[in-house]
């Protein structure tokens, strides 16, 4: 090769060679060489001088181009006879494609005629650079082609010959190819694109190559091809997740449509070879497509069901990406993705009663198990942490055992089951979660009765009110006792105290029925003989062991107007009532003539004796004093009046029914000093004796009025500080001197009586509502308007004391 150019390079610098050959020893043969692309005119050669002719004998000679295919690409110049170019001279025109291209001219001479031949070589010239038919190509090579794969390419062309035509190829500098060049003679050489290491269109999906064509001149001219290579894509890549791991937290009871993760898979490949679906792994497990829903195209992974922590805390999900790959060649990436349930607290605690006693004995001890309970809560954590309390305040409390979540419900305080006979006790049970959770639930603890309340008596102690001269056998009262037990220990029975000393001397009188608390009197009481008296009664339950109270019973018997006045003066050897007076007949009037004494055993008005005249001779001349019984005359006597009068007196009480004595006292007129001394000394007697008794009297009455005041004050303060009680009560005054005057107080409703009176002859039994002889003593609420009225009459001897205050 380098031989040529070098040949080449020597044939240019020449212009002109001339090679003279001799043809066959007759003729010579003339040729010239010329470089093609010469100017116009350019001289070929000297054909004068190569043909032996002198330029003289030239001017008659006259050369002539014969050939008719080269005239009009030389001429002869007839003067010096030179072979000059004419025009321009492109030997890839005249010859194309012939590798030697030689032009025959055959050239006339006249005078004489002779015929030569010239031929004239053009020699190439290195004028063309290579061209390829297109400027760029476009080749698509499958990733999968293998190293060694050849591509043809199209030739490049250059019209110029031999060495100056297309000598090399050069392919731009890649990793992937080379070129490789097939000669196919006659100064063809094939390109081909050769694969020399494998192509991955995930790198590089288009190369591009410029292959350059150089021919052989100097320097050498080139011509270039761009060649494009679309790398075809292969499913090579399988689809990869974009994160390694896929672990996600969610929240139980999340709504339905909640997006759980998007899980992403991307593949390298192209076109379907890239795209991606996502599919449950094969042999995932029926509940978890009830909870979770794939969707193909985005990975998104919903939440379709209930999701519920209790049941699963984790989930393990396969999920596969496959490529769109053809059918049999795709690729998948399996991918597990774990799902952590996060507890919320969407469970109530649950309070279960695992033993329980229904009924409690109220005497149990502080402490006793009642019920023992069980907390759960099916949440975990802080919303699984629970707390049990009593929400009232009530006589148990919770106490944790050593196991876990369990309770024993204990009592707390002494029970007691006539207050509360049944509690109930709400249980609560709260979370710790946010917000909590609790549960209340109510237990029903019922008391049972322990015998320990004793009978109580309604009233302690019974005052009764009995008429004398009851009937025997009759019931007179009852006694009643209630007991706050229950059933058995309830049930009451009632006896008398019998061997109770003393007091119990009047029980004997006495009987009860035991059941019922009826009392009966054995016999007839008789108020003047016995006035009160009391006893006991007791009651006793019938638990086990019974318990027992007593009762004290005060009788009060009533006065009934039963006894007659007795008259005690006049009183008569044989019995009656009769006595004889004798006065001086000059006696003034007003003189105390007798005085009629008389007594009824029965008290109050029953015993309060009225006296009156029931028949008496002359009505002018004696008086009967009503309430003394004294007997006055009412003037002085005259001659004509009786020596003797009779007075028949009616000593009267003042019963319902009043039961009545008459005493007869006889008056005999004396005339006589000595019945007159006798009479002075008698009256005298009897003044002095009126006058010491009216002096004591005074004396008696003050003394005693003070000292009735005084009592009275006491018990105003004593009722004012004791609590209202509105049973009857029968009070007697048991401090009175028994001479003058004795009082017996007793209340009705909420008013309080006392009565006053002399001692023989005033009684007690005033029908309520008669403020006559009584003491009224208004009740507490009518004593705080601040007015108590006080009336207080006492008669004794004929003498009316009254003293009527305001307080
Ligand atoms: C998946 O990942 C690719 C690459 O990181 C990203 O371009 C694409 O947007 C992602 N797709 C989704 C749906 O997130
Ligand atoms: C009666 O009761 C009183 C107390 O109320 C008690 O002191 C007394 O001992 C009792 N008597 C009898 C006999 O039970
Ligand atoms: C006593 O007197 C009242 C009226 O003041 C009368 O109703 C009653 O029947 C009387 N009693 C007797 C036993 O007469
Ligand atoms: C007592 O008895 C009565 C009859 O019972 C007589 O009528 C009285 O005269 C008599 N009195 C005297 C003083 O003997």
Known sequence: MEQRVRASWRLE????????????GVRAQIRYSLSEEQKDGAVVGNLAKDLGLDLRSLKERGFRIVTTSGDSLFTVNQIDGMLNVNGKIDRETVCERIIACIINLKIALENPLEIHYVSVEIVDVNDHAPTFPEKEKRLEISESALPGARYQLQAARDPDSATNSVQQYKLSHNDHF??????RGEDRKMPFLVLQKALDRETTSRHKLLLTALDGGRPPKTGTMEIIVDVLDVNDNMPVFTQDVYSVTLKENVPVGTIVVQVNATDMDDGTNGEIFYTFGSDIDSKLLKLFDLNSNTGEITVIGPIDYEETNNYDIDIQASDKGPVNYRLTSDKSITIKIIDVNDNAPEIEVTSFSSAVPEDSKVGTTVALISISDLDSGVNGKVLCYITEDLPFR???????????????SSLDRETVPRYDIKLVAKDAGQPPLSYVKTITVQLSDVNDNSPEFSFTPYSFYVMENNVPGKSLFSVSAADHDLDGNAVINYNILRNFGDESKHASFININSENGEIYALK???????????????????????????????????????????ILYPFSANGSAEGVEEIPRNVNAGHLVTKVRAYDADIGYNGWLLFSLQEVSDHSLFSLDRYTGQIRTLRSFTETDEAQHKLVILVKDNGNVSLSATATVIVKVVESKEAFAASDVINAVIDEEENNVTF???????????LFIISIIVLIVMQCSKSTDY??????????????????????????????????????????????N????????RRDSGEVKMILIIKSEGVFCVWSCFI
């Open 13 to 24: 610098l020449l212009h002109m060679t001339l090679i003279i050959l001799f043809w066959n």
């Open 178 to 183: 080379r070129i490789e060049i097939k000669d």
């Open 398 to 412: 919770l106490t944790p055992s050593s196991q876990d979540n369990i309770y024993s419900l204990v009592t707390a």
């Open 524 to 566: 007839s009481f008789d108020f003047e003989t016995l006035k009160t008296f009391q006893f006991h009664v007791l009651a006793s339950d019938s638990g086990f062991p019974s318990l027992i109270s007593n009762v004290t019973v005060n009788v009060f018997i009533l006065d009934q107007n039963d006894n007659v006045p007795v």
């Open 696 to 706: 004591y009297l005074i004396i008696t009455l003050g003394s005693v009025s003070v």
């Open 727 to 772: 049973s009857s009560k029968y009070l007697q005054d048991m401090n009175y001197d028994g001479t003058l005057c004795h009082s017996i107080q007793y209340r009705s409703g909420d008013k309080r009586y006392m009565l006053v009176g002399p001692r023989m002859s005033f009684g007690s039994t005033l029908a309520p509502g008669s403020n006559r």
């Open 774 to 781: 009584t003491l009224v003593i208004p009740d507490r609420r």
